[in-house]
């Protein structure tokens, strides 16, 4: 994996994470195409337990309920492995007008991509690492 660092961030290209944000990217990638546009799609390490993730999602249609969980949960299924899907602790719906998501969309414009945060507690979330795969204000 190569790396790119500048001004506190650094921007990864390769097989990063052993192919997890590459695998979950094309999960993103299939929400939106199926659902709409997303204000966050990210990947946060939990600081309470190594190398599992919280997968945090923002957009319009996306509720805190049943119907949305259950779409994600499935979506992730064909994409991951299980062996990916067990690295993978929650997933997050948040509010696109409350913070972090107007912090970090604020701070970053990105769809489809992957940028890779240092330091995500920068924005209020008890996690030490991150990958934002889409961050976009909402319209």
Same mark, same amino acid.
């Given at each position: 994996?190569? @790396?790119?660092?500048?001004?506190?961030?650094?921007f990864?290209?390769?097989?990063?994470?052993?192919?997890?944000?590459? *695998?979950? &990217?094309?999960? !993103? /990638?299939?929400?939106?195409? !199926?659902?709409? &546009?997303?204000? @966050?799609?990210?990947?946060?390490?939990?600081?309470?337990?190594?190398?599992r %993730?919280?997968?945090v999602?923002?957009?319009? %249609?996306?509720?805190m309920?049943?119907?949305?969980?259950?779409?994600?949960?499935?979506?992730i *299924?064909?994409?991951?492995?299980? !062996?990916?899907?067990?690295?993978l602790? /929650?997933?997050?719906?948040l509010?696109?007008?409350?913070?972090?998501?107007?912090s970090i969309n604020? /701070?970053?414009?990105?769809?489809?991509?992957?940028?890779e945060?240092?330091?995500?507690?920068?924005?209020?979330?008890?996690?030490?690492?991150?990958y934002?795969?889409?961050? /976009?204000a909402?319209?």
């Open positions: 994996m190569g @790396l790119f660092a500048l001004g506190g961030l650094t990864a290209f390769g097989n990063a994470m052993n192919g997890l944000v590459e *695998k979950v &990217s094309l999960v !993103e /990638r299939d929400i939106a195409k !199926e659902r709409g &546009s997303l204000n @966050l799609f990210a990947l946060f390490e939990r600081e309470d337990l190594h190398d %993730w919280d997968l999602i923002s957009a319009s %249609w996306a509720k309920d049943l119907e949305t969980l259950r779409y994600v949960a499935d979506t *299924k064909r994409h991951l492995a299980p !062996e990916d899907m067990t690295r602790a /929650r997933i997050v719906i509010p696109a007008d409350e913070d972090p998501v107007r604020k /701070r970053y414009d990105v769809e489809h991509g992957e940028v945060l240092n330091d995500p507690a920068q924005f209020g979330l008890p996690v030490r690492y991150g934002i795969i889409t961050s /976009r909402a319209a």
